[in-house]
Protein backbone atom coordinates (compact mmCIF):
# COMPACT_ATOMS: atom_id res chain seq x y z
CA UNK A 1 0.00 0.00 0.00
CA UNK A 2 1.06 3.58 -1.11
CA UNK A 3 2.13 6.12 2.02
CA UNK A 4 0.19 8.51 4.41
CA UNK A 5 0.55 11.59 3.26
CA UNK A 6 -1.92 13.30 5.71
CA UNK A 7 -1.94 12.04 9.15
CA UNK A 8 -4.78 13.45 11.24
CA UNK A 9 -3.78 12.72 14.92
CA UNK A 10 -6.29 13.31 18.05
CA UNK A 11 -7.16 16.67 15.91
CA UNK A 12 -9.44 18.78 18.05
CA UNK A 13 -11.31 22.24 17.46
CA UNK A 14 -12.92 23.63 20.47
CA UNK A 15 -14.69 27.35 19.69
CA UNK A 16 -14.74 29.39 22.79
CA UNK A 17 -18.80 30.75 23.60
CA UNK A 18 -20.20 34.10 25.30
CA UNK A 19 -20.14 31.67 28.87
CA UNK A 20 -16.60 30.60 30.27
CA UNK A 21 -16.20 27.28 30.45
CA UNK A 22 -18.80 26.18 27.61
CA UNK A 23 -17.19 25.43 24.43
CA UNK A 24 -18.32 24.01 21.02
CA UNK A 25 -16.84 20.94 20.12
CA UNK A 26 -16.91 21.29 16.20
CA UNK A 27 -14.00 18.20 16.41
CA UNK A 28 -13.23 16.29 19.32
CA UNK A 29 -10.62 14.08 18.91
CA UNK A 30 -10.28 12.48 15.18
CA UNK A 31 -8.04 10.16 13.75
CA UNK A 32 -7.88 10.53 9.77
CA UNK A 33 -5.14 9.20 7.53
CA UNK A 34 -4.97 9.63 3.58
CA UNK A 35 -2.43 7.64 1.20
CA UNK A 36 -0.98 8.81 -1.54
CA UNK A 37 -3.41 8.46 -4.42
CA UNK A 38 -6.17 8.01 -2.57
CA UNK A 39 -9.82 9.89 -2.18
CA UNK A 40 -10.98 9.86 1.26
CA UNK A 41 -14.79 11.23 1.69
CA UNK A 42 -15.42 12.50 4.84
CA UNK A 43 -19.53 12.11 5.37
CA UNK A 44 -21.65 13.93 7.73
CA UNK A 45 -24.60 15.98 8.43
CA UNK A 46 -24.43 19.56 8.99
CA UNK A 47 -22.59 20.47 12.58
CA UNK A 48 -21.07 17.47 12.24
CA UNK A 49 -17.33 19.21 12.13
CA UNK A 50 -16.39 17.77 8.52
CA UNK A 51 -15.63 21.29 7.04
CA UNK A 52 -14.09 22.26 10.45
CA UNK A 53 -11.79 19.35 9.90
CA UNK A 54 -10.94 20.64 6.23
CA UNK A 55 -10.08 24.00 7.35
CA UNK A 56 -8.07 22.79 9.60
CA UNK A 57 -6.00 20.55 7.03
CA UNK A 58 -5.85 24.45 5.28
CA UNK A 59 -4.89 26.07 8.27
CA UNK A 60 -7.44 28.59 7.88
CA UNK A 61 -7.92 27.42 11.57
CA UNK A 62 -5.28 26.61 14.10
CA UNK A 63 -6.20 23.04 15.72
CA UNK A 64 -7.31 23.21 19.38
CA UNK A 65 -4.85 20.63 20.29
CA UNK A 66 -3.33 17.36 18.02
CA UNK A 67 -1.32 17.34 14.92
CA UNK A 68 -1.83 16.90 11.53
CA UNK A 69 0.98 15.60 9.48
CA UNK A 70 1.82 16.24 5.85
CA UNK A 71 4.39 14.26 4.10
CA UNK A 72 6.08 14.03 7.37
CA UNK A 73 5.99 17.55 8.18
CA UNK A 74 4.28 19.10 11.34
CA UNK A 75 1.79 21.61 9.63
CA UNK A 76 -0.67 22.06 12.77
CA UNK A 77 -0.41 25.85 12.19
CA UNK A 78 -2.26 28.66 10.94
CA UNK A 79 -1.59 29.04 7.07
CA UNK A 80 0.52 32.33 7.28
CA UNK A 81 2.81 30.43 8.75
CA UNK A 82 2.98 27.56 6.44
CA UNK A 83 6.00 27.30 4.06
CA UNK A 84 5.34 27.84 0.41
CA UNK A 85 5.87 24.13 -0.57
CA UNK A 86 2.93 23.08 1.76
CA UNK A 87 0.83 26.00 0.57
CA UNK A 88 1.55 24.54 -2.77
CA UNK A 89 0.77 20.91 -2.00
CA UNK A 90 -2.69 21.79 -0.11
CA UNK A 91 -5.00 23.07 -2.25
CA UNK A 92 -8.58 23.97 -1.77
CA UNK A 93 -12.19 23.75 -4.27
CA UNK A 94 -14.51 25.66 -1.55
CA UNK A 95 -18.51 24.86 -1.83
CA UNK A 96 -19.72 27.92 -3.42
CA UNK A 97 -17.97 29.39 -6.38
CA UNK A 98 -19.79 32.15 -6.79
CA UNK A 99 -17.83 33.41 -3.22
CA UNK A 100 -14.89 31.97 -4.20
CA UNK A 101 -13.57 33.73 -7.63
CA UNK A 102 -12.92 37.48 -7.24
CA UNK A 103 -15.83 39.35 -8.87
CA UNK A 104 -13.36 42.18 -10.50
CA UNK A 105 -10.82 39.95 -12.02
CA UNK A 106 -10.58 37.97 -14.82
CA UNK A 107 -10.13 34.07 -15.12
CA UNK A 108 -7.13 34.74 -16.76
CA UNK A 109 -6.29 36.41 -13.27
CA UNK A 110 -7.53 34.54 -10.96
CA UNK A 111 -5.68 31.48 -12.69
CA UNK A 112 -2.29 33.35 -13.24
CA UNK A 113 -1.88 34.07 -9.35
CA UNK A 114 -0.79 30.74 -8.24
CA UNK A 115 1.45 30.42 -10.96
CA UNK A 116 3.05 34.11 -10.28
CA UNK A 117 3.12 33.43 -6.31
CA UNK A 118 4.76 30.08 -7.11
CA UNK A 119 6.77 30.74 -10.14
CA UNK A 120 5.76 27.68 -11.88
CA UNK A 121 6.41 29.07 -14.81
CA UNK A 122 8.59 31.86 -16.22
CA UNK A 123 6.24 35.11 -17.27
CA UNK A 124 6.50 34.68 -21.05
CA UNK A 125 4.83 31.52 -20.69
CA UNK A 126 1.88 31.88 -18.33
CA UNK A 127 -0.50 32.58 -21.14
CA UNK A 128 0.43 29.17 -22.67
CA UNK A 129 0.06 27.27 -18.82
CA UNK A 130 -3.07 29.20 -17.83
CA UNK A 131 -5.01 28.02 -21.54
CA UNK A 132 -3.37 24.22 -20.31
CA UNK A 133 -5.38 24.35 -16.74
CA UNK A 134 -8.16 25.76 -18.83
CA UNK A 135 -7.78 22.73 -20.83
CA UNK A 136 -7.75 20.57 -18.12
CA UNK A 137 -10.87 21.11 -16.97
CA UNK A 138 -12.61 21.62 -20.25
CA UNK A 139 -12.77 25.16 -20.94
CA UNK A 140 -11.44 26.89 -23.91
CA UNK A 141 -8.97 29.68 -23.71
CA UNK A 142 -11.81 32.11 -24.24
CA UNK A 143 -12.35 32.10 -20.51
CA UNK A 144 -9.06 33.88 -19.79
CA UNK A 145 -10.50 37.70 -20.37
CA UNK A 146 -14.01 36.41 -18.84
CA UNK A 147 -15.41 37.84 -15.51
CA UNK A 148 -16.73 35.29 -13.17
CA UNK A 149 -20.37 37.27 -13.30
CA UNK A 150 -20.43 35.90 -16.96
CA UNK A 151 -20.26 32.20 -16.47
CA UNK A 152 -22.49 30.16 -14.95
CA UNK A 153 -22.33 27.98 -11.74
CA UNK A 154 -20.45 24.93 -13.53
CA UNK A 155 -18.30 26.72 -15.06
CA UNK A 156 -17.26 28.96 -12.49
CA UNK A 157 -16.34 26.02 -10.19
CA UNK A 158 -14.25 24.56 -12.78
CA UNK A 159 -12.23 27.70 -12.87
CA UNK A 160 -11.78 27.29 -9.09
CA UNK A 161 -10.49 23.60 -9.71
CA UNK A 162 -8.22 24.82 -12.32
CA UNK A 163 -6.84 27.29 -10.02
CA UNK A 164 -6.57 24.60 -6.99
CA UNK A 165 -4.45 22.71 -9.82
CA UNK A 166 -2.42 25.43 -10.86
CA UNK A 167 0.19 24.71 -8.35
CA UNK A 168 0.77 20.97 -9.21
CA UNK A 169 -0.66 19.80 -5.82
CA UNK A 170 -0.42 16.63 -4.34
CA UNK A 171 -3.61 17.09 -1.86
CA UNK A 172 -6.91 18.42 -2.93
CA UNK A 173 -9.72 19.31 -0.25
CA UNK A 174 -12.82 19.42 -1.46
CA UNK A 175 -15.24 20.80 0.53
CA UNK A 176 -18.46 20.27 -1.05
CA UNK A 177 -17.62 21.16 -4.22
CA UNK A 178 -21.60 20.26 -5.90
CA UNK A 179 -23.34 20.88 -2.98
CA UNK A 180 -24.27 24.59 -4.53
CA UNK A 181 -24.56 23.72 -7.93
CA UNK A 182 -27.51 22.42 -10.29
CA UNK A 183 -27.84 19.05 -10.60
CA UNK A 184 -27.28 19.25 -14.05
CA UNK A 185 -23.67 20.31 -13.81
CA UNK A 186 -23.01 18.01 -10.87
CA UNK A 187 -22.35 15.49 -12.55
CA UNK A 188 -20.08 17.20 -15.32
CA UNK A 189 -17.68 18.33 -12.02
CA UNK A 190 -17.81 15.01 -10.75
CA UNK A 191 -16.47 13.54 -13.59
CA UNK A 192 -13.79 16.19 -14.02
CA UNK A 193 -12.53 16.07 -10.73
CA UNK A 194 -11.91 12.06 -10.68
CA UNK A 195 -10.31 11.83 -14.49
CA UNK A 196 -7.87 14.34 -12.84
CA UNK A 197 -7.28 12.51 -9.88
CA UNK A 198 -6.73 9.69 -12.16
CA UNK A 199 -4.48 11.75 -14.66
CA UNK A 200 -2.15 13.63 -11.94
CA UNK A 201 -2.35 11.08 -8.89
CA UNK A 202 -3.78 13.86 -6.56
CA UNK A 203 -5.06 12.67 -2.93
CA UNK A 204 -8.43 14.13 -2.37
CA UNK A 205 -10.09 14.52 1.17
CA UNK A 206 -13.80 14.95 -0.20
CA UNK A 207 -15.84 16.17 2.22
CA UNK A 208 -19.91 15.92 1.45
CA UNK A 209 -22.89 15.00 2.70
CA UNK A 210 -23.89 13.29 0.15
CA UNK A 211 -23.47 9.43 0.70
CA UNK A 212 -25.05 8.03 -3.00
CA UNK A 213 -21.70 10.36 -4.34
CA UNK A 214 -19.52 8.88 -1.82
CA UNK A 215 -20.20 5.14 -3.30
CA UNK A 216 -19.21 6.07 -6.82
CA UNK A 217 -15.81 7.89 -6.19
CA UNK A 218 -14.26 7.20 -2.75
CA UNK A 219 -11.52 4.51 -1.78
CA UNK A 220 -11.88 4.76 1.80
CA UNK A 221 -15.25 6.58 3.43
CA UNK A 222 -14.78 8.12 7.45
CA UNK A 223 -18.38 9.45 8.75
CA UNK A 224 -18.40 11.83 10.87
CA UNK A 225 -21.11 12.79 13.59
CA UNK A 226 -20.93 15.74 15.85
CA UNK A 227 -16.83 16.03 15.84
CA UNK A 228 -16.32 12.49 15.77
CA UNK A 229 -15.34 9.49 13.32
CA UNK A 230 -17.82 7.25 14.53
CA UNK A 231 -16.97 4.38 11.19
CA UNK A 232 -14.64 4.24 8.47
CA UNK A 233 -14.13 1.64 5.98
CA UNK A 234 -12.92 1.43 2.22
CA UNK A 235 -16.00 2.09 0.04
CA UNK A 236 -16.81 -1.32 -0.89
CA UNK A 237 -16.82 -2.92 2.04
CA UNK A 238 -18.35 0.29 3.18
CA UNK A 239 -21.38 0.13 1.07
CA UNK A 240 -22.28 -3.78 1.83
CA UNK A 241 -21.56 -3.93 5.82
CA UNK A 242 -21.89 -0.87 7.28
CA UNK A 243 -21.72 -0.82 10.74
CA UNK A 244 -22.99 2.06 12.72
CA UNK A 245 -26.15 2.82 13.60
CA UNK A 246 -26.07 6.05 12.10
CA UNK A 247 -24.70 4.91 9.15
CA UNK A 248 -27.39 3.13 8.47
CA UNK A 249 -29.29 5.29 8.95
CA UNK A 250 -27.86 7.47 6.29
CA UNK A 251 -27.67 5.23 4.03
CA UNK A 252 -31.14 4.10 4.30
CA UNK A 253 -31.80 7.63 3.70
CA UNK A 254 -30.49 7.36 0.59
CA UNK A 255 -33.49 7.54 -2.31
CA UNK A 256 -33.19 4.55 -4.94
CA UNK A 257 -34.64 3.89 -7.91
CA UNK A 258 -33.34 -0.07 -9.41
CA UNK A 259 -33.87 -3.13 -7.75
CA UNK A 260 -30.60 -4.13 -7.73
CA UNK A 261 -29.79 -1.21 -5.11
CA UNK A 262 -33.03 -1.56 -3.35
CA UNK A 263 -31.48 -4.99 -2.04
CA UNK A 264 -28.18 -3.25 -1.35
CA UNK A 265 -30.04 -1.07 0.73
CA UNK A 266 -30.39 -1.56 4.86
CA UNK A 267 -33.96 -1.98 6.02
CA UNK A 268 -35.56 1.61 6.41
CA UNK A 269 -34.61 3.70 9.52
CA UNK A 270 -36.37 6.37 10.53
CA UNK A 271 -34.32 9.53 11.90
CA UNK A 272 -34.88 10.34 14.72
CA UNK A 273 -35.12 13.89 15.99
CA UNK A 274 -31.75 16.34 14.99
CA UNK A 275 -28.14 16.30 15.39
CA UNK A 276 -27.74 17.99 19.00
CA UNK A 277 -25.77 20.88 19.52
CA UNK A 278 -22.18 20.66 19.57
CA UNK A 279 -21.84 22.64 22.88
CA UNK A 280 -24.02 19.97 24.77
CA UNK A 281 -22.90 16.89 23.89
CA UNK A 282 -24.87 13.87 24.88
CA UNK A 283 -23.08 11.95 27.41
CA UNK A 284 -21.53 8.45 26.65
CA UNK A 285 -22.38 7.65 23.11
CA UNK A 286 -23.13 10.64 21.25
CA UNK A 287 -25.44 9.30 19.28
CA UNK A 288 -27.70 7.18 21.90
CA UNK A 289 -30.05 10.04 21.62
CA UNK A 290 -31.07 9.14 17.54
CA UNK A 291 -30.17 5.93 18.07
CA UNK A 292 -32.59 3.44 17.36
CA UNK A 293 -30.18 0.17 19.49
CA UNK A 294 -29.36 2.09 22.53
CA UNK A 295 -29.60 0.59 25.38
CA UNK A 296 -28.62 1.43 29.20
CA UNK A 297 -24.64 1.56 28.89
CA UNK A 298 -24.87 3.57 25.85
CA UNK A 299 -25.51 6.61 27.93
CA UNK A 300 -23.14 5.66 30.62
CA UNK A 301 -19.84 4.96 28.64
CA UNK A 302 -17.95 6.73 25.38
CA UNK A 303 -17.46 4.08 23.13
CA UNK A 304 -14.09 3.61 21.34
CA UNK A 305 -12.84 2.73 17.77
CA UNK A 306 -12.29 -1.02 17.26
CA UNK A 307 -11.66 -3.12 13.72
CA UNK A 308 -14.26 -5.18 13.46
CA UNK A 309 -13.22 -6.12 10.16
CA UNK A 310 -10.07 -5.90 8.06
CA UNK A 311 -9.34 -2.70 7.66
CA UNK A 312 -12.97 -1.68 9.01
CA UNK A 313 -13.16 0.70 12.33
CA UNK A 314 -16.63 1.34 14.10
CA UNK A 315 -17.00 3.21 17.64
CA UNK A 316 -20.10 1.62 19.22
CA UNK A 317 -20.68 -0.47 21.52
CA UNK A 318 -22.90 -3.09 19.46
CA UNK A 319 -19.57 -4.23 18.37
CA UNK A 320 -17.65 -4.56 21.35
CA UNK A 321 -15.08 -7.42 21.70
CA UNK B 1 1.25 33.86 -34.66
CA UNK B 2 0.91 37.63 -34.89
CA UNK B 3 -2.45 36.83 -36.17
CA UNK B 4 -3.11 34.99 -33.11
CA UNK B 5 -2.34 37.68 -30.79
CA UNK B 6 -4.66 40.28 -32.54
CA UNK B 7 -7.48 37.60 -31.93
CA UNK B 8 -6.46 37.63 -28.17
CA UNK B 9 -6.29 41.31 -27.75
CA UNK B 10 -9.46 41.88 -29.84
CA UNK B 11 -11.47 39.50 -27.58
CA UNK B 12 -9.89 41.32 -24.94
CA UNK B 13 -10.89 44.44 -26.17
CA UNK B 14 -14.25 43.40 -27.06
CA UNK B 15 -15.24 41.99 -23.63
CA UNK B 16 -14.11 45.62 -22.10
CA UNK B 17 -16.37 47.28 -24.93
CA UNK B 18 -19.34 45.44 -23.85
CA UNK B 19 -19.02 46.28 -20.71
CA UNK B 20 -18.69 49.84 -21.39
CA UNK B 21 -21.73 49.62 -23.50
CA UNK B 22 -23.60 48.29 -20.56
CA UNK B 23 -22.23 50.73 -17.76
CA UNK B 24 -23.49 53.88 -20.37
CA UNK B 25 -26.81 52.08 -20.75
CA UNK B 26 -27.09 52.08 -17.17
CA UNK B 27 -25.85 55.41 -16.55
CA UNK B 28 -28.16 57.17 -19.22
CA UNK B 29 -31.05 55.23 -17.83
CA UNK B 30 -31.37 58.49 -15.71
CA UNK B 31 -32.02 61.55 -17.58
CA UNK B 32 -30.77 63.53 -14.57
CA UNK B 33 -27.34 62.02 -14.39
CA UNK B 34 -26.68 62.93 -17.85
CA UNK B 35 -27.35 66.50 -17.63
CA UNK B 36 -24.69 66.30 -14.57
CA UNK B 37 -22.30 64.94 -16.58
CA UNK B 38 -23.14 67.72 -19.25
CA UNK B 39 -22.65 70.59 -16.21
CA UNK B 40 -19.49 69.01 -15.67
CA UNK B 41 -17.91 68.38 -18.87
CA UNK B 42 -19.08 71.87 -20.00
CA UNK B 43 -17.53 73.13 -16.48
CA UNK B 44 -14.19 71.31 -17.20
CA UNK B 45 -13.99 72.47 -20.85
CA UNK B 46 -14.40 76.39 -19.54
CA UNK B 47 -11.79 75.73 -17.46
CA UNK B 48 -9.35 74.54 -19.87
CA UNK B 49 -9.88 76.98 -22.44
CA UNK B 50 -11.18 79.87 -20.01
CA UNK B 51 -8.54 82.21 -22.07
CA UNK B 52 -10.20 81.36 -25.33
CA UNK B 53 -13.39 81.47 -24.47
CA UNK B 54 -13.87 84.29 -22.28
CA UNK B 55 -14.56 87.66 -24.00
CA UNK B 56 -12.39 89.51 -21.45
CA UNK B 57 -9.31 87.12 -20.91
CA UNK B 58 -7.46 90.60 -19.60
CA UNK B 59 -9.89 90.81 -17.01
CA UNK B 60 -9.22 87.86 -14.85
CA UNK B 61 -5.80 89.77 -13.61
CA UNK B 62 -5.50 93.00 -11.85
CA UNK B 63 -7.34 95.17 -14.66
CA UNK B 64 -9.11 98.36 -14.08
CA UNK B 65 -11.92 100.04 -16.37
CA UNK B 66 -13.75 102.44 -14.20
CA UNK B 67 -15.44 104.05 -16.83
CA UNK B 68 -17.25 100.67 -17.45
CA UNK B 69 -17.40 99.78 -13.30
CA UNK B 70 -20.89 98.51 -11.94
CA UNK B 71 -22.57 97.93 -15.07
CA UNK B 72 -25.77 95.60 -14.88
CA UNK B 73 -26.22 92.76 -16.96
CA UNK B 74 -26.92 93.10 -20.41
CA UNK B 75 -25.19 94.39 -23.85
CA UNK B 76 -21.51 93.62 -23.93
CA UNK B 77 -21.24 92.51 -20.12
CA UNK B 78 -23.69 89.38 -19.98
CA UNK B 79 -23.21 89.17 -16.24
CA UNK B 80 -22.58 92.95 -16.09
CA UNK B 81 -19.13 94.14 -14.14
CA UNK B 82 -17.86 94.67 -11.01
CA UNK B 83 -16.83 97.65 -8.87
CA UNK B 84 -13.61 98.13 -11.42
CA UNK B 85 -15.23 97.39 -14.63
CA UNK B 86 -14.15 93.90 -14.73
CA UNK B 87 -16.43 91.29 -16.89
CA UNK B 88 -18.32 88.81 -14.08
CA UNK B 89 -18.60 86.22 -17.03
CA UNK B 90 -14.92 86.65 -17.90
CA UNK B 91 -14.22 86.20 -13.96
CA UNK B 92 -16.61 83.59 -13.49
CA UNK B 93 -14.53 81.23 -16.54
CA UNK B 94 -11.67 81.69 -14.92
CA UNK B 95 -12.20 80.73 -11.29
CA UNK B 96 -13.57 77.45 -12.61
CA UNK B 97 -9.82 76.83 -13.45
CA UNK B 98 -9.35 76.86 -9.67
CA UNK B 99 -12.31 75.18 -8.21
CA UNK B 100 -11.73 72.16 -10.25
CA UNK B 101 -7.43 72.09 -9.34
CA UNK B 102 -8.74 72.11 -6.15
CA UNK B 103 -11.58 69.41 -6.48
CA UNK B 104 -9.41 67.00 -8.03
CA UNK B 105 -5.82 68.19 -5.59
CA UNK B 106 -7.36 67.53 -2.53
CA UNK B 107 -8.72 64.00 -3.91
CA UNK B 108 -5.33 63.42 -5.28
CA UNK B 109 -3.90 63.33 -1.84
CA UNK B 110 -6.57 62.83 -0.22
CA UNK B 111 -8.57 59.74 -1.67
CA UNK B 112 -4.92 57.52 -1.76
CA UNK B 113 -4.15 58.29 1.63
CA UNK B 114 -7.18 57.55 2.97
CA UNK B 115 -8.27 54.39 1.02
CA UNK B 116 -4.77 52.85 1.79
CA UNK B 117 -5.24 53.34 5.47
CA UNK B 118 -8.97 51.92 5.59
CA UNK B 119 -7.83 49.26 3.51
CA UNK B 120 -5.04 48.00 6.11
CA UNK B 121 -7.42 48.74 8.81
CA UNK B 122 -10.03 46.28 7.62
CA UNK B 123 -7.67 44.00 7.00
CA UNK B 124 -5.69 43.39 9.57
CA UNK B 125 -8.45 43.09 12.14
CA UNK B 126 -7.57 42.35 15.59
CA UNK B 127 -4.33 43.72 15.51
CA UNK B 128 -2.78 47.09 16.93
CA UNK B 129 -2.96 48.88 13.73
CA UNK B 130 -6.67 48.56 13.82
CA UNK B 131 -7.43 50.61 16.70
CA UNK B 132 -4.52 53.12 16.01
CA UNK B 133 -6.11 54.02 12.55
CA UNK B 134 -9.86 54.17 13.43
CA UNK B 135 -9.51 55.82 16.63
CA UNK B 136 -7.63 58.48 14.96
CA UNK B 137 -10.18 58.85 11.93
CA UNK B 138 -13.05 58.71 14.84
CA UNK B 139 -11.24 62.33 15.77
CA UNK B 140 -10.89 63.76 12.32
CA UNK B 141 -14.78 62.59 12.06
CA UNK B 142 -15.86 64.50 15.21
CA UNK B 143 -14.69 67.73 13.40
CA UNK B 144 -16.67 69.58 10.68
CA UNK B 145 -13.89 69.08 7.86
CA UNK B 146 -14.73 73.23 7.58
CA UNK B 147 -13.54 74.02 10.64
CA UNK B 148 -10.94 71.52 11.31
CA UNK B 149 -9.63 73.26 7.26
CA UNK B 150 -10.30 76.96 8.47
CA UNK B 151 -7.82 76.07 11.72
CA UNK B 152 -5.39 74.01 9.08
CA UNK B 153 -5.32 77.35 7.07
CA UNK B 154 -5.02 80.23 9.07
CA UNK B 155 -1.52 78.77 10.25
CA UNK B 156 -0.97 78.62 6.39
CA UNK B 157 0.08 81.52 4.20
CA UNK B 158 -3.19 82.47 1.93
CA UNK B 159 -2.48 80.33 -1.33
CA UNK B 160 -4.69 77.87 -3.31
CA UNK B 161 -2.12 75.48 -2.59
CA UNK B 162 -1.81 75.73 0.79
CA UNK B 163 -6.07 75.58 1.14
CA UNK B 164 -6.34 72.33 -0.82
CA UNK B 165 -3.40 71.30 1.59
CA UNK B 166 -5.78 71.91 4.74
CA UNK B 167 -9.07 70.29 2.97
CA UNK B 168 -7.26 67.43 2.09
CA UNK B 169 -6.11 67.36 5.83
CA UNK B 170 -9.13 67.18 6.44
CA UNK B 171 -10.56 65.10 3.90
CA UNK B 172 -8.74 62.05 4.19
CA UNK B 173 -10.87 60.23 7.07
CA UNK B 174 -14.20 59.83 5.37
CA UNK B 175 -12.63 57.38 2.96
CA UNK B 176 -10.52 55.44 5.26
CA UNK B 177 -13.89 54.61 7.14
CA UNK B 178 -15.57 53.71 4.05
CA UNK B 179 -12.66 51.59 2.44
CA UNK B 180 -12.15 50.03 6.19
CA UNK B 181 -15.83 49.07 6.68
CA UNK B 182 -15.79 47.48 2.70
CA UNK B 183 -12.71 46.03 3.89
CA UNK B 184 -14.07 44.25 6.51
CA UNK B 185 -16.48 42.70 4.75
CA UNK B 186 -14.70 41.78 2.06
CA UNK B 187 -12.20 40.13 3.65
CA UNK B 188 -14.69 37.17 5.12
CA UNK B 189 -14.53 36.07 1.05
CA UNK B 190 -13.76 33.00 0.43
CA UNK B 191 -11.56 34.41 -2.71
CA UNK B 192 -9.32 36.55 -0.09
CA UNK B 193 -8.93 33.17 1.53
CA UNK B 194 -8.45 31.21 -1.52
CA UNK B 195 -5.23 34.26 -2.26
CA UNK B 196 -4.39 33.61 1.62
CA UNK B 197 -4.27 30.14 1.16
CA UNK B 198 -2.16 30.04 -2.40
CA UNK B 199 0.11 32.53 -0.34
CA UNK B 200 -0.11 35.74 -2.57
CA UNK B 201 1.35 38.63 -0.37
CA UNK B 202 -0.37 40.93 1.67
CA UNK B 203 0.08 43.57 -0.54
CA UNK B 204 -1.42 41.66 -3.76
CA UNK B 205 -4.25 41.05 -1.41
CA UNK B 206 -4.89 44.31 -0.45
CA UNK B 207 -4.29 46.28 -4.02
CA UNK B 208 -5.56 43.22 -5.96
CA UNK B 209 -8.34 41.88 -4.01
CA UNK B 210 -9.46 43.74 -2.00
CA UNK B 211 -9.38 47.20 -3.61
CA UNK B 212 -11.35 46.74 -6.74
CA UNK B 213 -14.42 45.53 -5.05
CA UNK B 214 -14.18 48.83 -3.00
CA UNK B 215 -13.99 50.82 -6.02
CA UNK B 216 -17.59 51.33 -7.00
CA UNK B 217 -18.20 53.35 -3.77
CA UNK B 218 -14.97 55.25 -3.55
CA UNK B 219 -15.49 56.60 -7.36
CA UNK B 220 -19.14 57.16 -6.44
CA UNK B 221 -18.17 59.39 -3.09
CA UNK B 222 -15.25 60.87 -5.36
CA UNK B 223 -17.61 62.12 -7.74
CA UNK B 224 -20.00 63.67 -4.62
CA UNK B 225 -17.14 65.05 -3.22
CA UNK B 226 -15.71 67.13 -5.97
CA UNK B 227 -19.11 69.46 -5.40
CA UNK B 228 -18.36 69.42 -1.33
CA UNK B 229 -14.66 70.22 -2.14
CA UNK B 230 -14.93 72.75 -4.49
CA UNK B 231 -17.99 74.72 -1.96
CA UNK B 232 -15.37 74.15 1.01
CA UNK B 233 -12.47 75.65 -1.31
CA UNK B 234 -15.27 78.28 -2.40
CA UNK B 235 -16.04 78.71 1.84
CA UNK B 236 -12.61 79.39 2.42
CA UNK B 237 -11.70 81.53 -0.44
CA UNK B 238 -15.14 83.41 0.87
CA UNK B 239 -13.13 84.03 3.91
CA UNK B 240 -10.02 85.38 2.21
CA UNK B 241 -7.83 81.86 2.56
CA UNK B 242 -8.06 80.53 -0.84
CA UNK B 243 -6.62 81.72 -4.10
CA UNK B 244 -5.81 85.46 -3.68
CA UNK B 245 -6.81 88.72 -5.63
CA UNK B 246 -6.41 90.03 -8.15
CA UNK B 247 -6.59 85.98 -9.03
CA UNK B 248 -10.39 85.39 -9.22
CA UNK B 249 -11.90 82.56 -7.09
CA UNK B 250 -15.68 82.01 -6.77
CA UNK B 251 -15.71 82.61 -2.82
CA UNK B 252 -13.74 86.04 -2.92
CA UNK B 253 -16.18 87.68 -5.55
CA UNK B 254 -19.36 86.35 -3.45
CA UNK B 255 -17.60 87.72 -0.63
CA UNK B 256 -16.64 91.10 -2.52
CA UNK B 257 -20.32 91.35 -4.19
CA UNK B 258 -21.97 90.87 -0.87
CA UNK B 259 -21.17 94.24 -0.01
CA UNK B 260 -22.34 95.91 -3.06
CA UNK B 261 -25.61 94.40 -2.64
CA UNK B 262 -28.22 95.02 -3.58
CA UNK B 263 -27.92 97.45 -5.90
CA UNK B 264 -25.23 95.90 -7.62
CA UNK B 265 -26.63 92.32 -6.59
CA UNK B 266 -24.92 90.65 -10.03
CA UNK B 267 -22.00 90.99 -8.26
CA UNK B 268 -22.20 88.53 -5.58
CA UNK B 269 -25.33 86.45 -7.55
CA UNK B 270 -23.56 85.33 -10.84
CA UNK B 271 -20.29 83.68 -8.67
CA UNK B 272 -22.41 82.24 -6.25
CA UNK B 273 -24.91 80.62 -9.35
CA UNK B 274 -21.42 79.27 -10.83
CA UNK B 275 -21.04 77.30 -7.25
CA UNK B 276 -24.13 76.08 -7.24
CA UNK B 277 -24.23 74.84 -10.63
CA UNK B 278 -20.68 73.14 -10.04
CA UNK B 279 -21.96 71.57 -6.95
CA UNK B 280 -25.51 70.69 -8.26
CA UNK B 281 -23.45 68.98 -11.43
CA UNK B 282 -20.93 66.93 -9.35
CA UNK B 283 -23.73 65.48 -7.51
CA UNK B 284 -26.25 64.73 -9.90
CA UNK B 285 -23.16 62.71 -11.85
CA UNK B 286 -22.02 60.66 -8.42
CA UNK B 287 -25.93 59.82 -8.50
CA UNK B 288 -25.31 58.36 -11.56
CA UNK B 289 -22.21 56.53 -11.36
CA UNK B 290 -23.95 55.13 -8.34
CA UNK B 291 -26.66 53.64 -10.02
CA UNK B 292 -23.88 52.57 -12.84
CA UNK B 293 -21.87 51.00 -10.16
CA UNK B 294 -24.52 49.39 -8.66
CA UNK B 295 -24.33 45.63 -9.12
CA UNK B 296 -28.17 45.34 -9.02
CA UNK B 297 -29.16 43.98 -12.29
CA UNK B 298 -30.62 46.03 -15.58
Known amino acids: MAEDMLIIKDLKK ?49 PTSGKIIFNGQDISIPAKKRPLTIKKNIQIVFQDPGTSLNPQRTVGQILGLPLRVHHIVPNKDMNDRIIKLLDMVGLSEDYM ?14 VAIARALATDPSLLVLDEPTS ?31 MSLMRNIADRIAIMYLGKIVEIAAATDFFQRPLHPYTQMLLSSIPVVLKAEQELKPKRIRSQGEIPSPVNIPSGCRFHTRCPQAGEYCMKEEPSMVEVFNQHFVSCHLYKK | MISIKTKKTNKKWAAKLDGLCRSWYKFSRNKLSVFGLIIVLTVIFIALFADKIA ?7 AFVDLGNAGRPPGEGYLFGTD ?8 RIFFSFRGAIIMGIGVLA ?5 GVFLGLIAGYFQGSLIEPLIMRTVDIFLALPPLVLALAVSAVLRPTLFNSMMAVSFAWWAWYTRL ?30 EILPNCLGPIFTKMTLDMGWVILIGASLSFVGMGEQPPKPALGTMVADGAKYIPHMWWLAVFPALAIMIIVLGFNLLGDGIRDMLSTEEV
Open chain 1, 180 to 210: ALDVSVQAKIINTLMNLQKQLGMSYLFITHD
Open chain 1, 14 to 62: YFPTEKKDLYVRAVDSINLTIKKGEVVGLVGESGSGKSTTAYMVMGSYA
Open chain 1, 145 to 158: YKYPRTLGGGERQL
Open chain 2, 109 to 113: VAVPV
Open chain 2, 179 to 208: SYGMASSIRNEFYIQSAELIGASRLHILLR
Open chain 2, 55 to 61: PFPEHAG
Open chain 2, 83 to 90: QYGRDILS
